[in-house]
Structure formats: C-alpha cells, structure tokens
C-alpha cells in the first residue's frame, strides 16, 4: 500500500492540531486558575495573565485536556475525513494508536519545555502580570481583564485597564 501526502493540507491540518491543542490548554487555564488578572488574544493565540504559577494538578489537568482534544481532532483528520491528508495508512489499532500518538507526544513535549522555562525562572505578583502583558502588546494580542485584575490594577497601580494598558509599553 503506498501512503500519498497532500501537503497544503497536510499542513493545515497540522495548524488547526496547534490552534486546538493551545485553545484547549488556555481555556482550562483561564476557568480554572483562581489568580486570574485577564487573557490575551492575538495572532499568537490565547494567554492567561495570572499573578501566581498555577499549581501542578493544575497543569497536569491542562496537559490532559489538551492531549485528548488533539488526540480526537488527530485520529478525526487522518482517518475519518475524506479524502485524508495523508491517504494509504494502515487502519490497524496499532497503526492508528503511533499515528496518533505523534502529534499528542509532539505538542506535549513542546508545551513541557514552556512550563519548565516558566518554574526554572520564575516570577510572581506584578513582575508577572507586568511581564505577561508586555509579552502580549508586543505580539499585538489584545488585552481583557477580569474583575479581579481591574481591583488589582486600581489598587496597585492607582489606573483603569486602559491607563495601565497605556503606559505598559513593550
């Protein structure tokens, strides 16, 4: 059996396997973290602005719930859609459990070394929101806050979301 790869759809393929796994992993971040200041969203997709490190179970739940979500949408795009974007794989268990596998062991294994970078230097409190909002303004990502984050930012820093988003320049 010959294996025949389109690769323009290969390839977006492969991004909605990132905008799924990062939009999965963000979104359970955002409902479940109780330090919430605000998100992000931009080209780059969605960040949680948080004052704390979120705890391991924490993140755990995250990589779990992202790597079913990829998982589904994987086994979905290579074996149900048709035509495939990869024609001629083998369609048994095993072949379907590797070929599924990859891209859930990939995308993990990415977002791992992020969370590592994250506990080899950490940073807490303003530093941290300061830090993750200047990070999403440089990338052009627009800025929400949440309840939470406009009580923090007029007792902090005396400011309205806007006069605070003014003022954190990148």
Known sequence: ?????????????????FAIYHLAYA??????????VGWSIGPLGINAIT??????????????SAAV?????????????????????QQTVSAELVAV??????LTFWRLLGILREWRFPLWGEARVLASIQ??????????????????LRERFGATPGEFLRTARY
Request: cysteine-free.
């Open 135 to 152: 990070r999403s303004r440089a990338t052009g990502a627009v800025v929400v806050f949440t309840a939470m984050g406009r009580t923090f």
């Open 1 to 17: 059996m010959s294996i025949h790869i389109n690769p323009i759809y290969l390839t977006a393929v492969i991004l909605a396997w």
């Open 51 to 64: 004052m704390q490190q979120p705890p391991v179970s924490q993140v755990i739940i995250q990589l779990a």
């Open 101 to 106: 596998a990859i891209p859930v062991a990939l």
């Open 69 to 89: 979500a990829v998982a589904g949408i994987s086994y979905a795009s290579l074996y149900l859609l048709i035509p495939p974007p990869i024609a001629g794989l």
């Open 27 to 36: 979104l359970i971040g955002i409902a479940r973290d109780r330090s919430l």
